[in-house]
């Protein structure tokens, strides 16, 4: 699952400045690396033998810091029971969103490096027997089109 870039900012800026405990920020740190969640596979993926997890119980308490939200219902994979997915918001602890930097293309050196690296490793690949063409073409493909 693809992790959304103000998610990740956010994380990084709540974790630099130390702006939620210690075990709100492990829960904060789940959803934005592993992606949304259940409370019950929260539980189950932060779980220390031993202990009994109340890590879901963080989740309504990051959702009023506006740090995570609601993003809708399923079948949890843990109980199997219908449940509230909760992924992170990409806000900061006061809801304040993120100052994002504009999107940067990459240089047309760049670009010309990368199908440089990628043509070396089709020729390697198909030296060993490797090579998955069609992936191949598809990323010069990829490549050629930013360049434009």
């Known amino acids: 699952m693809e992790m959304r870039r103000t998610s990740l900012e ?19 740190e789940c959803l ?7 409370g019950g596979e929260l ?19 990051l959702r009023d810091a506006g740090v995570v939200r609601e993003a809708g219902q399923r079948p949890c994979s843990v ?4 449940a509230i997915v909760w992924e992170a918001s990409g806000l ?15 240089s047309l050196a ?6 440089r690296l990628i043509k070396l490793w089709e020729q390697r690949s198909i030296l060993h027997g490797e090579a998955e063409s069609a992936d191949i073409l598809e990323l010069l ?3 050629d089109a930013l360049s434009r």
């Open 110 to 115: 760049s670009l010309q490096s990368a199908a």
């Open 141 to 143: 493909t990829w490549i």
């Open 10 to 28: 956010a994380w990084r800026e709540i974790r630099d400045k130390g702006l939620l405990s210690p075990t709100r920020m492990k829960v904060l």
């Open 79 to 82: 109980t199997g029971h219908s």
């Open 43 to 61: 539980n189950e993926y932060l779980k220390t033998p031993g202990r009994t997890p109340g890590f879901h119980k963080r989740l309504p308490e």
């Open 92 to 106: 900061l602890p006061n809801g304040k969103p993120l100052e994002s930097p504009p999107a940067r293309r990459p």
């Open 32 to 38: 934005v690396h592993v992606g949304p969640m259940t």
